[in-house]
């Protein structure tokens, strides 16, 4: 079983930037596909990004593409979210998660416990 920590989060003005981390230990990382997600108050939480296992594929969601992306540093076992120009409807709980092995995508589990990014108007 792996485990993630999600870091990173908080209170920024729209236009601005923030950058995630998720720390995961446990399973073998490397071999993983990795994934960023989010749930906003009232709301079902939906994709935002995932990398495969070797970092070479990236798929964002379309809110987010052109702004968002997603990186991995498998020495680090860490999954990378670097967010620009915020706008307030990106704000929500951000979660990473690990999906199928040698893939670059899920079913997604081991989720973290979420860092929280709040975009000011």
């Known amino acids: 079983q792996v485990q993630l920590v999600e870091s990173g989060g908080g209170l920024v003005q729209a236009g601005g930037s923030l950058r995630l981390s998720c720390a995961a230990s446990?399973?073998?990382?490397?071999?993983?596909?990795m994934g960023w997600f989010r749930q906003a108050p009232g709301k079902e939480r939906e994709f935002v990004a995932a990398?495969?296992?070797?970092?070479?594929?990236?798929f964002y969601a379309d809110s987010v593409k052109g702004r968002f992306t997603i990186s991995r540093d498998n020495a680090k076992n860490t999954v990378y979210l670097q967010m620009n120009s915020l706008k307030p409807e990106d704000t929500a709980v951000y979660y990473c998660a690990c999906g199928r092995a040698y893939s670059d995508s899920g079913p997604w589990g081991s989720w973290g416990q979420g860092t929280q990014v709040t975009v000011s108007s």
């Open positions: 446990g399973r073998t990382f490397s071999s993983y596909a």
């Open positions: 990398i495969s296992w070797r970092g070479g594929t990236t």
